[in-house]
């Protein structure tokens, strides 16, 4: 059974940093690519980034590139998600999720909230 766990999420201030963790068991952090998404309040779900299983990132909203980065730790078979210079508008859920041999992201973990005071 697949099992991702987000964690690090919690309450900064503007200009703070914080490392969300995306634990995997069932399934290697190697294999498919894992991507994080977020969900701020009242918004729809917005796709981050993400990491092949090669190491390449990619960062998919232009407002968090240069702030946010990807790595992995294949010995603990887990993603980061640092995230430096937080600002409000990065309050939000965040989600890890990993592809499938289909090509979507059939692997959700659960969520971590992060709020940004001003």
Request: proline letters at 3%; one cysteine or more.
């Amino acid at each position: 059974q697949v099992h991702l766990a987000e964690s690090g999420g919690g309450l900064v201030q503007a200009g703070d940093s914080l490392r969300l963790s995306c634990a995997a068991s069932g399934r290697t952090v190697s294999t498919y690519p894992v991507g994080w998404f977020r969900q701020p309040p009242g918004k729809e779900r917005e796709f981050l980034a993400e990491i092949r299983w090669s190491g390449e990132t990619t960062y998919e909203l232009d407002s968090v590139k240069g702030r946010f980065t990807l790595s992995r730790d294949n010995a603990k078979n887990t993603v980061y998600l640092q995230m430096n210079n937080l600002q409000p508008e990065d309050t939000a859920i965040y989600y890890c999720a990993q592809r499938t041999v289909r090509g979507g992201f059939d692997y959700w973990g659960q969520g971590t909230q992060v709020t940004v005071s001003s």
